[in-house]
């Protein structure tokens, strides 16, 4: 399974952006699916999260601004992003999880796109 992202790019602060998650198989086959992203120098952080059932949760720091979808028929996971602050800036990595137990899964990655907010 290959998960491919696009649409980061340079944007202004305020602006809005939308990026796309591909998956190489269903995205019914991942029990979760989510956005991360990783600032130069820090950690990674979980952005968004969708499960199958469409539950979704949301850092803090993006409540209310950004918004995550996903199309099963296309296999694709998009994030919405709107009024974007240059802390948003980073690598935003498309994350599956697939259930294998109660309480073993497996983890996929992408290899990121940029996004980059600056005026």
């Known amino acids: 399974v290959q998960l491919v992202e696009s649409g980061g790019d340079l944007v202004q602060p305020g602006g809005s952006l939308r990026l796309s998650c591909v998956a190489s198989?269903?995205?019914?086959?991942?029990?979760?699916m989510g956005w991360y992203r990783q600032a130069p120098g820090k950690q990674r952080e979980l952005v968004a999260r969708?499960?199958?059932?469409?539950?979704?949760n949301y850092a803090d720091s993006v409540k209310g601004r950004f918004t995550i979808s996903r199309d099963n028929a296309k296999n694709t996971v998009y994030l919405h992003m709107n009024s974007l602050k240059p802390e948003d800036t980073g690598v935003y990595y498309c994350?599956?999880?697939?259930?294998?137990?109660?309480?073993?899964?497996?983890?996929?990655w992408g290899k990121g796109t940029l996004l980059t907010v600056s005026s």
């Open positions: 969708i499960t199958n059932g469409g539950t979704t």
């Open positions: 198989g269903s995205t019914f086959s991942f029990n979760a």
């Open positions: 994350h599956g999880w697939r259930q294998l137990s109660v309480s073993t899964g497996v983890d996929y």
